[in-house]
């Protein structure tokens, strides 16, 4: 193996750069030659390519964001899309990569792969959510959690100085793997995510409860997926039904999560996978996400890691209810 491509894809995600860093150094360390590939699938289509050499990495393990950018790209989505991609990569030269990105981006490789089985690629997974099956923790999701919860302990002293409540949303689309351990760790009075049903009037009870204990303000965390919906939209049903113990606020985090200087453990973990990444390569693994289970390196199919449900953790939901 002479030369490898690596490109981040999808939603950045904290300590994206920490891993690009990783699989370049660690390429370099063995003789083999770094492409990186700008702004995903669509920066493949357009040959957007450029060597990466030691001091291309330098500096960059402590920001946020990507230094390859990202992109989604409707084009890659097609057949045209990915033939004129397989042809910027044999020209140049490249049939091996590092992927870092989540579920959309590691289907996007299956499906190349399929169509162009000379294609190689192994993912780290650089995602905030959480969500993928094959590893504790993906890039992004420690960084993304302590930041909002860095947010919510801004809100609370305002919350508590004006005896208000604030409904305040969360990224998580589908799974509240963001919102749980946020929610437990600021003291929340209320979680509502998509996996479990918490309906107003639950809600509403356990607020009445949290005024009868003389709770002088209130925090509900809110996945953006929860069934009830948003959080304005659920902040307007419990004015509707007269809870009027409080002045109702509503903040958005928004990609507030997805930005600012990843953790230490962000930063460690994310260098692990882009180093373990060549590695995997060069022992000729394909179609893999590299993940890491109880500090042990694991991979899983990228079949298996997108499509795999994963459960809430039961426990974290029982503490919400019994610390709340």
């Not at 289509?45 to 990202?70: C, K, M, W």
């Not at 169509?115 to 890039?139: H, R």
């Not at 760790?185 to 607020?207: H, R, Y």
């Not at 973990?269 to 882009?274: L, N």
Request: aromatic share 6%; glycine share 12%; hydrophobic share 40%.
């Amino acid at each position: 193996m002479k030369k490898i491509g690596v490109f981040t894809s999808g939603g950045d995600a904290p300590g994206m750069n920490a891993c690009i860093r990783g699989v370049v150094r660690t390429a370099l360390h063995y003789g083999i030659e770094v492409v990186g590939i700008r702004r995903g699938y669509q920066g493949m289509i357009e040959g957007d390519f450029v060597p990466l050499q030691a001091n291309s990495v330098s500096g960059i393990i402590h920001l946020g964001g990507t230094i390859l950018r990202s992109a989604r790209s409707d084009a890659f989505r097609t057949p045209e899309g990915r033939r004129d991609a397989r042809a910027q990569l044999q020209q140049a030269g490249i049939d091996k990569m590092v992927v870092i990105g989540g579920d959309g981006s590691f289907r996007g490789a299956l499906v190349f792969m399929e169509e162009y089985p000379e294609i190689s690629m192994v993912g780290c997974p650089g995602t905030i959510d959480n969500d993928l099956f094959g590893t504790d923790y993906t890039i992004g999701y420690d960084t993304a959690i302590n930041t909002a919860m860095d947010a919510i302990d801004n809100i609370k002293d305002t919350a508590n100085a004006h005896d208000r409540l604030f409904f305040v949303e969360v990224m998580g689309r589908d799974a509240g793997f963001i919102a749980l351990p946020v929610g437990i760790s600021t003291g929340a009075e209320a979680v509502m995510i998509p996996e479990t049903p918490t309906t107003i009037d639950d809600l509403i009870k356990t607020l009445e409860d949290n005024w009868q204990r003389k709770k002088n303000s209130s925090i509900v965390v809110v996945a953006e997926g929860d069934e009830e919906g948003g959080a304005f939209k659920i902040a307007e049903e419990v004015k509707k039904r007269c809870f009027n113990r409080y002045e109702i606020k509503v903040t958005i985090l928004g990609h507030i999560q997805r930005g600012g200087r990843p953790t230490c453990l962000e930063r460690v973990r994310a260098s692990r996978m882009g180093m373990e990444a060549v590695k995997a390569l060069q022992d000729g693994k394909n179609a893999v996400m590299i993940g890491e289970v109880a500090s042990k390196v694991t991979y899983t199919p990228f079949e298996k890691a997108t499509k795999h449900h994963i459960e809430i953790n039961s426990t974290l939901l029982e503490m919400v209810n019994i610390l709340s």
